[in-house]
């Protein structure tokens, strides 16, 4: 069953972005839908800020992709917003990115239904009159490892 919560302003957005990298022993995918203003852009700066990224975090709608090395679990941060179609995942190297050591944060998944594979985390973030609402749903052992790290 998802777990929901209520995030209510920026600050506690990029927290939880914060606690979720904090959550996460090794690499694996992570979608985070919601429509645009919603926060995923947001909580992936706060996931990157707790690492020491001061600057320069922004949605890479352009480039597609942003890699940020870590040790011992680096970053990549999708945004497939503009993506035409899930095939050009391919031309990503996406599969490149699919490590123990690669957390993969993927923006607008939906643009490639069917193309991403191994997802075991979902973020579903909506508008709330009190804020954001945030519904979270493992989908397979790795995914219910980080709720229970989340402390919810």
């Not at 594979?117 to 954001?132: F, H, P, S, T, V």
Request: aromatic share 10%; proline share 4%.
């Amino acid at each position: 069953m998802p777990e929901s919560i209520l995030i209510t302003d920026e600050l506690q957005m990029r927290h939880f972005g914060a606690q979720l990298i904090a959550a996460c022993s090794s690499g694996g995918v992570i979608a985070l839908h919601g429509e645009l203003g919603t926060g995923k852009t947001t909580m992936v700066r706060g996931a990157l800020q707790s690492l020491g990224v001061s600057s320069g975090v922004r949605s890479p709608t352009y480039t597609l992709v942003e890699y940020y090395e870590f040790k011992p679990l680096s970053i990549a941060h999708f945004d497939l917003y503009r993506l035409a179609d899930g095939e050009e995942l391919e031309y990503l190297g996406y599969r490149d990115y699919l490590t123990p050591d690669t957390l993969c944060l993927i923006e607008w998944p939906n643009k490639a239904e069917g193309y991403l594979k191994d997802i075991g985390l979902n973020l579903y973030l909506a508008y709330d009159e009190k804020g954001r609402r945030l519904n979270i749903e493992p989908c397979n052992a790795w995914g219910r490892e980080i709720v229970a790290g989340l402390n919810l």
